[in-house]
């Protein structure tokens, strides 16, 4: 299955925020929405992504403050995207290899939709119980026979 297939399931919404906003305003939006991450825009161009992990990491730990504390000063800026055309197998690899849990998705320069590492995971346990359903079916049909 493609990305822009599991999209059309699981919806596009893309939850964003300034560079120039504090962590604090970050952190309250992925609270008020109910996500580990937001998508860092500059306009309409993506320029990072910002996590709960980074806010542990850069904040917490570093002794800083999230209302003192920018997005920009702290979210990662070499993101990992993956395009509507991808595999969501790739999609599984690539997170396991670059070790991140969020993948937005890019069609030309525009950002479509987010995927999360959770959102994988449900598509390929979801597609496994339904090969084992098969398979179940097909073995108590040549047992019935």
């Known amino acids: 299955m ?3 297939h599991l999209l059309e399931q699981k919806g596009r919404n893309v939850w964003t925020i300034d560079p120039a906003a504090t962590v604090l305003e970050a952190v309250a939006k992925m609270a008020e929405k109910d996500v580990g991450s937001l998508v860092v825009m500059d306009g309409e161009r993506l320029i ?3 996590t709960e992990r980074h806010y542990s990491r850069n904040v917490i730990l570093k002794g800083k ?10 979210m990662e800026n070499n993101v990992i995207h993956v395009r509507p055309d991808q595999s969501v197998e790739l999609c599984m690899a690539l997170m396991i290899e ?7 998705v890019v069609e030309d320069t ?3 939709g987010l995927l999360s590492i ?9 597609k496994r119980e339904f090969t084992i359903d098969q398979l179940e079916h097909y073995i108590q049909g040549e047992i019935a026979a």
Request: glycine share 6%; no cysteine.
């Open 2 to 4: 493609s990305v822009k």
């Open 110 to 112: 525009k950002v479509i």
């Open 98 to 104: 670059k070790r991140v849990r969020h993948l937005p």
């Open 118 to 126: 959770g959102d994988l995971l449900k598509f390929i346990i979801s």
């Open 65 to 74: 403050t999230s209302p003192a504390t920018l997005v920009r000063d702290i």
């Open 48 to 50: 990072g992504i910002i």
